[in-house]
């Protein structure tokens, strides 16, 4: 226990200052990214090394972008909102990415789920990382299901997939920056959405087996 005291105030420390960092670079970044978009509009047609830098640019905008959602204060929650529609949108922009990996999203809401107090767009970041990554987690195809409902006073928001799992060792280090099994993962998602999850007063649990497939559980206080 105190080990995980430890590290999670190392985390938070190292999350402050990534964060500053990160708010530091983001207007050279910006800066930046203008003059190579201009020098790209005169190359004359020649413009495939500009691509590459802007699209080297853009990786390094959303690295950032993860970061800085690390330093906002505890958020302010003014507005409650519907569960079941702000799902639907994440399914819906989730579907473009899960058609190219053959994999079907199946949605299953209870009956009268209640409003949740929260920052709207925080949430649909972590939906649409979970989603993604369990799609992610199925080269081959299948089914994944995201459910809504209420258990034990909590809204429980499950995604379960029939891909890979995650092996025994690699569930201690899910949540630690930068760990990442995908060639071009950025291992920040699930960093970003515990800390988010984390600032609603709720929890992330994981069920895996390998080969067989993983559930991600998130629950949020009713109020
Ligand atoms: P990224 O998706 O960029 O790799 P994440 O923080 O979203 O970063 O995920 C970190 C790692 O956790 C992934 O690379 C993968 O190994 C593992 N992981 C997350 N979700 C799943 C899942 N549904 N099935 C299997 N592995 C997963
Ligand atoms: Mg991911």
Not at 76 to 100: C, G, N, S, Y
Not at 195 to 207: E, F, L, P
């Amino acid at each position: 226990a105190e080990e995980l005291v430890r590290k999670s105030e190392l985390l938070s420390v190292i999350g402050q200052m990534a964060a500053g960092v990160a708010h530091e670079i983001r207007n050279p970044l910006t800066s930046l990214k203008g003059f190579v978009q201009l020098l790209r509009a005169h190359s004359g047609g020649k413009d495939e090394y500009y691509r590459i830098m802007l699209s080297e640019l853009d990786r390094i905008e959303f690295i950032i972008s993860e970061f800085l959602v690390l330093a906002k204060p505890q958020v302010v929650f003014q507005r409650k909102r519907e569960m079941q529609p702000l799902l639907e949108q994440i399914v819906m922009i989730a579907d473009t990415h899960a058609i190219m990996y053959n994999v079907q999203i199946l949605t299953s809401y209870a009956d009268n789920l209640p409003a949740i107090v929260c920052e709207e767009n925080q949430l649909k970041q972590v939906f649409l990382n979970l989603l993604k990554n369990a799609v992610e987690a199925m080269p081959n195809g299948g089914v994944v299901t995201v459910s809504a409902s209420v258990e034990d006073g909590m809204m429980l928001i499950a995604f379960t997939d029939q891909g890979c799992g995650i092996a025994e060792e690699q569930l201690l280090k899910l949540g630690e920056p930068f760990f990442t099994t995908k060639p071009n993962g950025t291992g920040l998602g699930l960093m970003v959405s515990y800390k988010i999850i984390a600032n609603h007063g709720g929890t992330i649990s994981v069920c895996s087996k390998e080969e067989t497939g993983t559930t991600f559980e998130i629950r949020l206080p009713v109020r």
